[in-house]
């Protein structure tokens, strides 16, 4: 069945709502661009319209996406995966011993995952690769010969893996959760994962605009001095609102248990960004700026997701467990 | 897409590159085309112009060497109307062995290949580049003489200067290439799709009197300039 059922009034309310959100948000942006004269700083007008529009850009491709089912969605989020593998790989430093190691990672580790996950083998693809990823890293790298600080090179490879590749997958994988009874069907699994998607998105955004206001005491101001525990709190705690708020779009959960969600999808979102901030203060911001010119965005995007997705994933699980016993 | 009437018509001897691609296929241009593409989509290529912008007049592109890639991507990277004017210099004994590189080499690419074994004061590839390049074409070239092992540049080669003191009007255009070589290093065959950068710099030329020495450093410099 590809016809994609647009007759069910919860999908039909939450995707009105999200575009007329995103609407409002982009008449307000464009006549605050136009209008530079209301004393708000330009660079953080020209940043929100650069996110409203990279979120144009995540609705039309989530809505391509959810046309053509749900094997095209996990592929697309492996594509999603493998750029941003990438991006991460390009970032860090490797030496030529790694060389036949990533391209294994790259062609067999990433695509073999993702086939596991399109045909739901939750029971390989938690395992393959923190398991089977790992042991060949290791090989396959001791095998090249240069032994040169190689807890330290397989490391980076493995966290590659695990965040880019592995973390981001439990998004897709929402898609097979089987949620039963009447509220069960496609168009629930793609509500789930729209209600992820626009979580992390709203606690990033909650995070800036909460820092931005309140922000005083960075949590680790030598990794990045704009996320701050008032923003964190802020972020939490209004994610943990909008999400009781939703529940309804969200199959299995009551409000509380999706306010629940909400809060630990924020906080997860937290820890992600600041990983990534971590990653590229070592790495210098030079590096980036020359490398990953014009396409920086893959990893900055998701690296939210990749934190909060698994538990997402794992909270639903448990919720339906609850449910069924 | 080429003028009609080559500007060089001069008969070549036994054992120098191919005559120009007045013949080439559409197969031809539609492989090139495609393993352009393919460069570009493996190795994620930004391409940058700094202080300079893609011209069809005579151009000299020097760059680092540092992976097999380099002449594809470099070329990939022009766009189409100075990709058909463009052609890169490359090592005979590499290029002319087997089927399949010396199609890809002359055919596809239209490689200009020098021949590194047995250089002649009376054949010399400055001349040999000098008379294939006329009066439209460019070419790609790289001054290192062969790929870096360690990604680190090396010293210019004197080439580059007998071609600017010879042809002192054609713009030389430097080109630094970043991270290809974590992509396809030396002594691989199987690409890691990393991300990379090309950037192209603003034209220089020979100036008066400028010594051997002094013009090779600049130049060298004028790429590793690129690197930021």
Redesign the interface.
Known sequence: MNAPALNDTRTVALITGVLLLLTVATAVGQFLARHPDRGLDPAAVRSFNLRLRGWWIMCTVLAAAFWLGTTATVVLCGLVS?WAL??F??LTP?R?GD??A??WV?FLFTPLHYILVAYDRYDLFSVFLPLYGTLFVLARVALAGDYKRFLERTAKIQAGLMVCVYCLSFAAALLHVRIGGEAGGRDANFRLLFFLILLVQFADCMQYAWSRMAGRRPVAAEVSSTRTWEGLIGSATSTALLAAVLWWAAPPFEPWQAALAGFVVAVMGFAGGMTMSAIKRDRGV?DYG??????SGVLDRIDSMCFAAPVFYHLTLLVMGQGAG | MLSPAEPFSRRQGPGTAAPGPSGRTAFCRASGLGLAALARLLSGASVRWIASQPDTCQRVYFANHTSHLDALLIWSALPQSVRELTRPVAAKDYWSRGFVRRWLAEEVFDALLIDRTDIKVSQSPVDLMIREIGTTKSLIVFPEGSRSVSGEMGEFKSGLYYLAKKRPDIELVPVHIDNLNRILPRGEFLPVPLLSCISFGPPMWLEQGEAKADFLVRARRAVLALKE
């Open positions: 493998f990438r991006e790989i390009t490797t030529k060389h036949r990533l391209f790259f030079k020359t490398l990953v010119v014009g396409h």
